[in-house]
C-alpha cells in the first residue's frame, strides 16, 4: 500500500492533466490490487480490520455518483436538467431527443473521473484495514515524498 501511495505521488494520480501519468497510477493500483490479494491473506502476525461503516458509506458515495451519472436515463428526466435546452435541440435534429441519454453531459470525462476516483478509495479501504505500525509506515512514505518535493521545487527554484 506504501508503495502505491508512493507511485501516486510521484505521478500525481488523480489531478494531473497528463492522462500517461493517470495510467501509471493506474496500472500501479492494479500491481497494489495484485499484491494485496496475494499478501493480505497470508499474513498473521496481525489479523486485518474491519473497514469503518463510514468509510464504506463515503467509498460507495463516491464511486456511486459518476456511475449514477453514466446510467441512461429516459427522456423526460434527463430533458427537465438545467442547461440541457441546446443538447435537446441538437438531437432533435435527428430524431434523438426521444432516446435515453445520460445525466453526465461529458460521459467520457465522467467515466475517466471515475477511473482516478476507483484508485482512491480502495486505498482508503485498504488502509482502513491495516493494522496502525503499517498504517504509521504510510504516513511516513507520504512524509517523506513530501519533503522531498518540497526540498526539490527549493533546488529548482
Known sequence: MAAFVAVAMIFGGGG??????????????VA???GWVWWAPGRHDEPLLPVPR????????????????????PPGLWQALPGRELETASLSLFGGAATWQTISVSPSRTLAGLLALVPAVAT???TAK?????RRTIILT??????????GSRRAG
Open 16 to 29: 494531473s492533466p497528463s492522462p500517461k501519468a493517470e495510467i501509471i497510477v493506474q496500472l500501479g493500483f
Open 32 to 34: 497494489a490490487l495484485i
Open 54 to 73: 463510514e468509510l464504506v458509506w463515503l467509498g460507495g458515495i463516491l464511486i456511486g455518483l459518476p456511475l449514477l451519472q453514466l446510467v441512461p436515463w
Open 124 to 126: 482508503m479501504w485498504a
Open 130 to 134: 491495516l493494522p496502525p505500525h503499517d
Open 142 to 151: 507520504v512524509a517523506c515524498l513530501a519533503l522531498e518535493r518540497r526540498s
